[in-house]
């Protein structure tokens, strides 16, 4: 089943696919963040065990806020866990604000990506309507611990989760595997995943299945470090460590150090094609800064090699529709200056 149509038609088909007896499978897609979009296989026994798992980390079942694109696979687990609850999901697009869906429908839960969350804390409405909720789950991109530490301040309780398509959605929440799921790294760090919200397969690609599907485990594109307690630090994708004049550089890492400047509101580093140095470190920055301050700012915690070599000042960082940013756009701007 294709998750295509209108919010509401959308839900009505994952409320109908929930309950159906035959084998078909959910397909989502993927955001296509850095490149084509692949379209996920889920069983029903995928997505259910992701339901329950949630539930009991959370702590219950309960009503959803659906603030996210019912379409990708962070947005049908909201509806999921909802309609399992027994309780239709709150539609935000039914709403003039967050507080009026909150006020409405009276929902437990959220989820949203931290671009909303930096948003929704601006306004003081909009922030005690997120306090009423019992969990913000915030995921899709990565989480500045300021904006937590705001959120905590607030009275909002956030949970950060870690989880793709190909794992029904978060697997892992605060670091911590849901119940079933288990983390391993290989020699360079690739993160391993398996357990029962695992998906099938890739729809008509068999052999990138092969590849990512190995002996129970889904091989992810991300790197990983896994501490003596079990609690999962995701250092970003494999193909975001950009080798720049022969130094690899996490450019997740370069892109949190600028976050915490004063004087930037959003960040995002990646590499381009370069001549000269193989790869070019690019920092796409929302706020006043130049290549000079960025450069010593990142200097100041990091080795020198990983300070950007190029600039790009943004109104905001473009987005996808699943609110994840969109790093192909991105790419091509860097590539046209």
Known sequence: MDLRGTTVEVVGALTAWLTGLDDQPLVV???GSTGRPKRVELSRRAVLASVSATARRLGGEGRWLLALPAGYVAGAQVV???VVA???PVLLEDHASVAAAVEAGRPAYASLVPTQLH???DDEDETRAL???RTVLLGGGPIDPALRTRAADAGVRVVA???SAETAGGCVYDGVALDGVGLATEPDGRLRVSGP???DGYEGDPELTARVLVDGWFRTEDAARIDEDGRLQVLGRLDDMVVTGGVNVPAPAVARRLREHPAVGAAEVLGVPDEEWGSRLVA?????LSLADARTWVAERHPRSWAPRQLVTVDELPLLANGKVDRVQLASAAASR
């Open 284 to 288: 796409f920055v929302v706020g006043e």
């Open 197 to 199: 919200t695992l998906f």
């Open 161 to 163: 989760t870690y989880g």
């Open 131 to 133: 306090g009423s909720l």
């Open 86 to 88: 027994g309780e239709p």
């Open 119 to 121: 948003r929704l804390l």
């Open 29 to 31: 897609e993927t955001s």
């Open 80 to 82: 999921c866990r909802s």
